[in-house]
């Protein structure tokens, strides 16, 4: 299948070799998880910003610590389970279907994944520089990490 030699699951990469690749690439070898991020914020409140058309390369991490580590920090499924979903959605897409609106969380310009991870990860497959999403903006203390 096309789309599934795009990507390559990490699992079958030797762990030592993954975390070489982590600390060289200097990026973390799962997805950041939101709460991690934030652990030294307060959450100052939180706005329904509706549907947008969202830059893929803004969209950074999940808010989910299950879904953070289903996927490399590039959205590359890491499981058989996940692999076998997301040749599912890919195959969807190519069949015509069009995709439903991923939900996202923004904080400071940064958006984070609440559902839709699979149709990200396709997305980012497929090379598309922009995907429509739900959009909720939270209001925190401080700026995240990398900002």
């Known amino acids: ?3 599934a030699s795009k ?26 998880n939101l709460a991690e991020v934030t652990a030294d914020c307060i959450i100052l409140g ?5 549907r947008q058309t969202i830059s893929l390369n803004q969209i950074r991490g999940s808010t989910t610590q299950a879904r953070s580590r289903d996927f490399d ?4 499924p890491l499981t058989r389970h996940n692999i076998d979903r997301w ?6 897409y190519r069949r015509g279907k069009r995709l439903s609106p991923v939900t996202l969380i923004e904080v400071n310009g940064v958006y984070f994944v609440e559902d839709g991870h699979h149709r990200i990860s396709v997305a980012k497959a497929e090379n598309w ?7 909720t903006v939270l209001q925190m203390t401080r700026a995240l990490p990398w900002k």
Do not use: C, K
């Open 73 to 76: 920090a590039n959205f590359r």
């Open 46 to 50: 939180h706005t329904y910003a509706g």
């Open 7 to 32: 990507i390559r699951p990490i699992g079958r990469i030797p762990p030592l070799w993954q975390h070489i690749r982590s600390i060289l690439g200097s990026r973390t070898s799962h997805l950041p």
């Open 87 to 92: 040749q599912h959605i890919a195959a969807a």
């Open 129 to 135: 520089s922009d995907i429509e999403a739900e959009v």
């Open 1 to 3: 299948m096309r789309f």
